[in-house]
């Protein structure tokens, strides 16, 4: 079975010979070879380059014998757009001025933003010229709330109090910012699709910081309103949350075709607690990936099993990989799945 039709398929739950396989952050600064591109060009430079996004990219193909590649960007890379100056220092990225206030994101900025970071799809259309017909590429967006946490934050933040706060003291101002990030979202998904992208993803890593009801009412709205923007399409929708085991049965009302969720629940819990409407995505802790290959073995086992023999499974990690993963550690989860045959049994 080519890459492309197991991902698609798996993302349907229709039958597989085997679940597709690959990592969040797949591309990055745990392998070598990223490093020494790195060496010549910002971060930044890197994503405006559409070839070196093209190279970057299929790092991971060659490197680990993934199923799927990931463009290479940033989900902060919008927010430049927007008029802020971003920056990646080695302490984490900055986003400066900070928003703080929904006023602050006028209109016509919010609809010129496809057309300022034109180099992201020019990237994708370079990929899919680059790709084989058989891999499917993956584009990926943050979701509002995680945007606002760095908008709002000026950068990563431990404990996101700025947010926090407003969210208590002027709800409805902060819904104005996430219904004008949600524009954002939607159309910076829809315009990776129209250039090539065979799925999507929307990351929301700091919803597990909500209770339910904030968290549909602050995050999951917005969320639900940019995937329902591309519906039409019929490419597949992967929607991730960091933490976010107290939220499964809010997630499992959202309009995607997958859910992607950290290591924190067994997968066999989650699809009790979500029901069979949704294929899953996970869930190897990535910690698992700074330990030896026969640790990565055991472990990626246990996954499948507790996931059973049932169709619409797309192994990954929990989250993404860190920079002091092994690439050995990465490829010996890549090749456990694959050996592990058929939905989850193993030989
Ligand atoms: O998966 C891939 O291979 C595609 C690349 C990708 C990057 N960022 C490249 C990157 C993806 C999918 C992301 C998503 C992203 N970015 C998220 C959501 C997923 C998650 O990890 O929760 C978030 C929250 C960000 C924001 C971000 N970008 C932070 C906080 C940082 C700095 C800290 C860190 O993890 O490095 C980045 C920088 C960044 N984005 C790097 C890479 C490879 C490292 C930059 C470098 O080369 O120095």
Redesign the pocket.
């Known amino acids: 079975m080519e890459p492309i039709e197991r991902f698609l398929k798996a993302c349907r739950r229709e039958p597989v010979d085997r679940p597709p396989v690959w ?7 745990y392998m070598a070879s ?1 490093q020494e591109v ?1 060496k010549r060009v910002s ?1 930044m430079e ?1 994503c405006r380059s559409p070839e070196l996004v093209s190279e970057v ?1 299929r790092m ?1 193909l060659e490197q680990l014998g993934v199923d799927a590649c ?7 890379v919008p927010l430049e757009a927007l008029g802020r100056r971003f920056a ?1 220092e080695q302490g ?2 900055s986003i400066d001025p900070p928003v703080r206030s929904a006023d602050e994101l006028d209109e016509a900025s919010i609809e010129a933003v496809p057309d300022r970071i034109g180099f992201v799809y020019d990237g994708i259309r370079r990929l899919r010229r680059d790709l084989d017909d058989a891999t499917p590429l993956l584009g ?1 967006v ?1 979701s509002p709330w ?1 945007l606002a946490s ?1 908008l709002v934050e000026g950068g ?1 933040s431990r404990h996101h109090h700025t947010l926090k706060r407003w969210s208590y003291v002027d709800p409805d101002g902060l819904e104005r910012l996430l219904e004008r990030l949600s524009r954002v979202t939607a159309a910076h998904m829809r315009a990776q699709i129209e250039a090539g992208c065979d799925a999507i ?1 929307l ?1 929301d ?2 919803g597990g910081l909500l209770d339910a009801d904030r968290w549909r009412r602050f995050s999951g709205r917005y969320s639900a309103r940019a995937l329902e923007h591309v519906a039409d399409t019929g490419v597949p929708r992967i929607h ?1 949350l ?1 933490g976010g085991a107290h939220l499964l049965e809010e997630m499992a009302e959202l309009p995607c075709e997958v859910l992607s969720v950290d290591w924190r629940v067994p997968l066999g819990e989650v699809r009790r607690r979500v029901g069979d409407r949704h294929a899953l995505q996970g869930n190897l802790d990535p910690a698992a990936l700074c330990t030896p290959g026969e640790v990565v073995v055991e472990e990626t086992r246990r996954m499948l099993e507790e996931y059973g023999d049932q169709p619409g499974l797309v192994a990954n990690l929990g ?5 002091d993963a092994s690439v050995d550690s990465a490829r010996a989860f890549v090749d456990a799945v694959k050996r592990f045959g058929p939905e989850g049994t193993s030989p």
């Open positions: 990592l969040m952050r797949q591309a990055g600064r990223y790195r971060f890197l990219s991971p990931i463009v290479f960007s940033d989900i902060l990646l984490g990225p990926f943050g995680t760095y990563s993803q990351f890593t700091w991730y960091l989250h993404g990989v860190t920079p």
